[in-house]
């Protein structure tokens, strides 16, 4: 072996001691509260490569839809037509609320939502719960924060993960999450007058 | 309507009516250089997502993982069996480098799956090409960043999109990227003493 080479092995081996013994600490198990928030993108894409990883394993899991245009359609035809055994997915929502302008029909959905999610968070065979965009809702006022965290604290079964995306998380989400990832934009080709492609956004 | 419902409405027209005339300045349609870093989770999910968008979208894509490990076996197995024949899936390497401890097979591994990902990149059947974990194998010089930009430069076909995830994201792949998102680590379980979870990490 050259010198670089025996460095780097040296190197290699110094890492992997360190972090075996990292990981031998890691010893716990339990259902998770994970918030993806912040202003850049894969917020909800990462939430659903969860839910993918889910049907992978064959774990039970259900999408709640709080807002029309979190997830594509193709995400949403997908599940539902290949893994609906596997994974629950309920669309509410009329769009986006700037789309609608209907404060108190917005509020009905959302309440309409957070109550299905209430359900499906309740039923010990759903391994993960997806809450996608629930931060808006949260933000826009037509679901409570502090009701949510009391809910999860108060009945989220101790092995089941959910997951609540959207921009904005609120302060009590945050205090109350187990793991939360800001996707933070760092350039965005918006701004050079690309548009929305399949694919990548829907 | 009370004054509080009217205000919220004329609130939402009036974003409508913003985000309509920006959305509207938005007509190119390009394929994108799409950058996924930080140390925070959500990484490779996300892309793993947007994968699986294209598969929604009965789009040609392939992925090529460079350091085994990135994304869940879970991942993999269910592309494998379900969608072989709109997503192709390349793993190569041993795991993880520090638990290799040989410079010069990764070296080589790296290097292979390299030359993997400029036959699928160069083939414009594939709309979409992710080369998950890259940055490691850059990181690491088992790939020179400035090549790999100069090939996605020269030979990406224009509508085909490529993903590249991992930490530490070179300086060139930022500046070359046209869509960079930093998944930002806000909190951990890891540091409660949590393991890695199924459907969770992988």
Redesign the interface.
């Known amino acids: 072996m050259t010198d ?2 025996e460095r ?2 040296a190197k ?2 110094k ?2 001691a360190a ?1 075996d013994k ?2 031998a ?6 259902g ?1 509260i ?3 928030t ?1 202003k ?11 839910i ?6 064959d ?1 039970q ?1 259900a999408v709640v839809q709080f807002i029309k245009g979190g997830m ?1 359609t ?2 949403r ?2 599940i539902l037509s ?1 893994f609906s055994d596997t994974c629950a997915f309920h669309t509410m929502g009329e769009g986006f ?8 029909r917005d509020t009905e959905m959302a309440q309409a939502a957070w109550a299905k999610a209430r359900d499906l968070i309740r039923d010990p065979a759903n ?2 719960v997806l809450l996608d965009e629930i931060n808006i809702a949260i933000r826009y006022d037509y679901v409570d924060a502090a009701e949510v965290v009391a809910f999860l604290r108060a009945e989220k079964p101790p092995m089941t ?1 959910v997951v609540l995306t959207g921009r904005n998380a609120h302060a009590y989400l ?1 205090e109350a ?14 701004r ?9 956004e ?1």
């Not at 600490?25 to 339990?30: A, G």
């Not at 993918?52 to 394993?57: E, G, L, P, Q, V």
Request: net charge positive; aromatic share 6%.
């Open positions: 670089d080479t780097h092995n290699m081996a890492k992997k972090r990292i990981m600490t890691k010893t716990d198990e339990k998770l994970i918030v993806h912040g850049g993108k894969g917020k909800s894409s990462a939430a659903f490569g969860m993918f990883r889910c049907i992978a394993h774990m899991c594509s193709g995400e035809d997908l290949k609320t700037w789309e609608t302008q209907d404060k108190s391994k993960m993960h945050i999450a187990d793991l939360v990832t800001e996707m933070e934009l760092v350039k965005h080709p918006f050079a007058g690309i548009k929305a492609q399949i694919g990548v829907y």
